[in-house]
């Protein structure tokens, strides 16, 4: 499984972004989808994530109501619509993929099996 992330780069406050992740490999329709970003310095943090098979989805309290993640199962995409971006949304976000997750592992980002190469999000005050 290959993961590509793009749509990252630099953004003023309040702006928005919309970063997209293509599958390659297999289809991922059964499969849980997240976006994770990491600033420097800092651990890896939750943004959002789509459940396999129902397609429910999950934010990290810093990003409800401000970042939306879609997946497109027919092209084996995911997409995170970012808005009223802040500077504290600077980082590189990655998404990851995973056949097996439970739940409770959602947020956790060493269960993941498969990761993107991160793109760079960067937001200017």
């Known amino acids: 499984v290959q993961l590509q992330a793009s749509g990252g780069g630099l953004v003023q406050a309040g702006g928005s972004l919309r970063l997209s992740c293509a599958a390659s490999?297999?289809?991922?329709?059964?499969?849980?989808i997240a976006w994770f970003r990491q600033a420097p310095g800092k651990e890896y943090e939750f943004v959002a994530g789509?459940?396999?098979?129902?397609?429910?989805?999950y934010y990290g309290d810093s990003v409800k109501g401000r970042f939306t993640i879609s997946r497109d199962n027919a092209q084996n995409s995911v997409h995170l619509q970012m808005n009223s971006l802040k500077p504290e949304d600077t980082a590189v976000y990655y998404c990851?993929?995973?056949?097996?997750?439970?739940?409770?592992?959602?947020?956790?980002?060493?269960?993941?099996?498969?990761w993107g190469q991160g793109t760079e999000v960067t937001v200017s005050s």
């Open positions: 490999g297999r289809t991922f329709r059964q499969s849980t």
């Open positions: 990851a993929l995973d056949d097996s997750l439970i739940l409770s592992s959602l947020r956790q980002a060493g269960d993941y099996d498969y």
């Open positions: 789509s459940w396999r098979s129902t397609g429910r989805t």
